[in-house]
């Protein structure tokens, strides 16, 4: 790759590959140069032109090896859980619903949304069937809430 050297009023001096240094007249060049643009010089024995390199181009280039691609296309059963800022966890809604309504007066379904908490409160409750209620009624939530792509509610 080329770069430019040295520019005067009608001549720009341009180093190459090969260490020489190439004088070219302004007149050859469609674009401003400026000290240190690399450029790409196309010669005939007639004519010389000089066109500048685009540096973001440049970079995503082909490697020399040839095109190379990296695709990893695994699939996995397993849901993110992902835990936002303000507490809410993003569960799946299926195995959500069904902890709810079969498990929920035991706390499956806290303890499935990572709220150990609640869970270990529905435990120490279950007897008085107050947090079976509670998971009927969690349950209908659930059921109502829209699923993004991946099927996950937030809880």
């Known amino acids: 790759m080329a770069k430019i ?4 009023d009608t001549v720009i001096s341009i180093g190459t590959d090969d260490g020489g240094i190439k ?12 000290i240190g643009d690399k ?6 024995e007639t ?12 970079d995503n280039a082909m490697p020399a090896g040839g095109i190379n691609i990296n695709m990893n296309n695994t699939q996995t059963m397993q849901t993110p859980q992902v ?18 309504f079969f498990l929920g007066g035991i706390g499956a379904h806290k303890f499935y949304a990572h709220k150990t908490g609640s ?6 409750f279950c007897w008085t069937f107050i947090p079976a ?18 099927g996950l509610i937030l809880v």
Do not use: Q, W
């Open 5 to 8: 050297l040295d520019i005067t």
């Open 23 to 34: 004088e070219i007249r302004t007149s050859d060049i469609n674009f401003v140069p400026h």
């Open 39 to 44: 450029v790409e010089i196309f010669e005939t």
């Open 47 to 58: 004519r010389t032109i000089v066109s500048k390199v685009d540096e973001k181009k440049a």
């Open 83 to 100: 835990m936002l800022a303000n507490g809410t966890v993003a569960v799946n809604k299926l195995v959500y619903c069904l902890l709810c």
């Open 119 to 124: 869970g270990i409160l529905y435990l120490l």
């Open 133 to 150: 209620l509670i998971a009927f009624i969690e349950f209908i939530v659930a059921l109502c809430k829209k699923p993004d792509a991946n």
